[in-house]
């Protein structure tokens, strides 16, 4: 039995009881019988489909049922006729805490599948567990354009091996899980994107009473300044949330310096990061055709964001432009270009005079195989590990790619002049590509050679800033979540 229902049922046997004892006291008790028999009978219902059978609260249960049936049409009830009542419910009471076995019912809300990774093995691991029922569910959303929201369901653009309950079929009203994960409770607060408002925080509240936040992305390795406050963590939504999953120290203390209470923090890292330990130790198989592209070349990986376009649309355009052109001052390298998946709708409402070209370059040139951009790959997949696996260099700002690149402990071109300014990293990690002194064209033909003066700086700088590195921040999150959730009870 799912924990959430014993505690229903448990409230209930407890409010049979306290009606049994008002029995001799009421004038016309028909009602108050009445209504201790039919509750008798939900919790027999219930109780009776549980395997192995409950015997002895059954037996219980059923005595119960006949004592109610007794006193069924009484006009008045003696004290006395009450009394075996009572005893039989103190003795429910303890064999149905004994008997009945509890099982965890979970379910998952991711809403966009290229951010599965950020729940993927806390799932495993509460799927292996043998007290645990576990649901994924992807949400429906809408993709938030200037003029229009435009409806989006990604169900079926999940990993295979993971089996998906559609949206519909999830019932919350009867299903009341014990615990929800979600990686998205922005609610009515996103600018691009929104859920489907039965699936906002303040409704799922009303269904659960463990509901965990567990972010999309890895949180920069940037810590965040005293005097300002983080998206994260400012917003009326974080009220709905009972526990919030960090990954690091960092970031709890700046939680709390924006009012968010100490017990709803837990610092157990990121399950994205899990996915790229469990990537490392793996042979992943590349997309279709890029293999034969990338053999014997240097590989460039080019990460830009969902905003990318959004702030100075044409300073970052041309250096874009510049960094796709590597190919042609090395032509035994290849480009892989990954933008956000929200790209095209962040264009389309913070930039949209820049929506033809930009479908032009991606479709047009870059697809379509154009000379001008024969050696750039566009990366659209869901799954980005691929890409930084095959990567030798990846060339990026400061966002998710980026952290998540840093287990791996390869070279990073990073897309400013200077290291951002307090980065909990070790000095001397990362190339700058807009160093004066050793600029991105410069280093494009130094590191097919073997230049990589930094190398050794970069050897486990992910653990520098992220709890539990090494693989098992889902194992944890889970095991943390299910202790908070015992405790409470």
Known sequence: MFLNRKKRISKLIDTIS??????????NP?????????ATEAILFQVSQENPTPKKTIDLLQSIHSSFTALKGLAYIEKSSIIPIDK?????????????????????????????????????????DEDCVAHVVPIPYYKLSKDEAIPTYEGELFPTDIPIT????????????DIVFLHNIYDEYNTLTRVH????????????????????HISSFVAPKADTHSLAYDIPTVENVDKIVLVGDYLKKAAIHDGIPSEKLLVLGSPKLDAIVNAMGKDIPLPNGWAERVEGKTVYLI?????FFAGIPFEALERLVDF???????????????????????????????????????EKYIKGKDKLYSGVILDEAEDYIPALKVADVLISSDGS????????????????????????LPPDVFYYAFDRSEPWYELVKKFPTGYDPLAKNRINIAANVYANADGTSGEKVFASIKECLFQRE
């Not at 306290?18 to 006291?25: G, N, T, V």
């Not at 008997?99 to 729940?119: C, G, H, R, T």
């Open 303 to 307: 990460n830009t964001g969902c905003m």
């Open 324 to 362: 796709l052109s590597i190919p042609k001052i090395d032509d035994q390298s290849v480009v892989i270009w990954r933008p956000h998946p929200l790209t095209k709708i962040s264009i389309m409402k913070y930039a949209p005079y820049l929506l033809d070209y930009y479908v032009n370059l991606t």
């Open 18 to 27: 306290q009606m049994q004892e008002l029995l001799a006291k009421l004038s």
């Open 401 to 424: 790619l980026l952290r998540s690149y840093l287990l791996t402990g390869k070279k990073v071109l990073f897309w400013d002049e200077k290291e951002p300014k307090g980065s909990l």
């Open 30 to 38: 028909s009602n108050a019988v009445s209504d201790c028999l039919a």
């Open 88 to 128: 039989q419910l103190s003795a429910l009471k303890i064999s149905f805490e004994e008997e009945i076995q509890v099982k965890l019912n979970v379910v998952f809300f991711p809403y966009k599948a290229s951010m599965w990774d950020s729940l993927e093995t806390i799932y495993k691991t509460a799927a292996k």
């Open 197 to 216: 408002e039965q699936f906002f925080t303040s409704n799922l509240r009303n269904y659960t009473e463990m509901l965990v936040y567990v972010p999309y």
């Open 166 to 177: 559609h949206y519909n079929d999830y019932i919350l009203e009867e299903e009341q899980p």
